[in-house]
């Protein structure tokens, strides 16, 4: 194998740390003869497992402000997926996404500058960035898109909360039914795949996702509201795709 080849196609879509566990389970690294490049992978796995407890700690602290001063919220993307995959540390993360109230930027701001964050990007876009050393990076979504976004997400998700379902174990927390979600993921991949493009990662996702959801979900709803965003055949073939390159039916 050209581990130092696989390594860096890893590296390049943030799949180091699944890579290592998958091959972990062989000979491997205990014949691998560039000892630097194994012990490298194994650090960005475990640096992986570390950064995503760090995070969810973090991040159970931000919302459990907005819980106290009665803002809404929706946690996003890689924080719902990561649950997904068998292993923790394997749905490696550059960031948390956040959905909140806008009405409350300001507290937000506050609350984490207070914490020591260093803040960028407030009130230009769609998100706020917030960045801590070493590795706490939160983007708290004011909406969902905005101008400069394609025009169809922007009309979609105009007034999102009424997309949204309450969470029974909290007072402020809401969350998208699995179908929305869905359509979620797919749309603000197409905005990566129409910009500077997307990788394997989100392939691996949708993967992750259809295998755990796809006896529940009404595909009927999704089609219906992906023809209506233009990004129909984005979906299909990308769902198509993603079963070609990990289904265990294609693995010869």
Known sequence: MDLPNIYSMAKKHSLTAISYMALESSNVFSICKDVELAIKWRNAKEKAIRKNLMMDAEREEILSFMEGEGIWYTPLKGIILKDMYPRIGMRQMADNDILYDKKYQKELLDFMTA??????????????????????????????????????????????????????????????????????????????????????????????????????????????????????????????????????????
């Open 115 to 252: 914490r020591h964050y260093e803040a960028s990007e407030i009130g230009k876009g769609s998100h706020d960035v917030y960045h801590k050393a070493p590795i706490y990076n939160y983007e708290l979504h004011t909406s969902l898109y905005s101008k400069g976004h394609d025009r169809s997400c922007q009309e979609y998700y105009r007034n999102v909360k009424q997309r949204l379902i309450k969470d029974e174990d909290n007072n402020f927390g809401y969350h998208f039914s699995d179908e929305d979600f869905y359509i979620y993921i797919i749309t603000h991949s197409y905005k990566h795949y129409n910009g500077s493009g997307t990788g394997l990662r989100f392939l691996l996702d949708i993967y992750v996702f259809l295998e755990q959801k796809k006896e529940k979900l009404k595909w009927n709803y999704i089609l219906v509201e992906l023809d209506k965003l233009n990004i129909k055949e984005f979906e299909e073939k990308s769902r198509e795709l993603s079963k070609k390159l990990f289904s265990e039916k294609n693995i010869s």
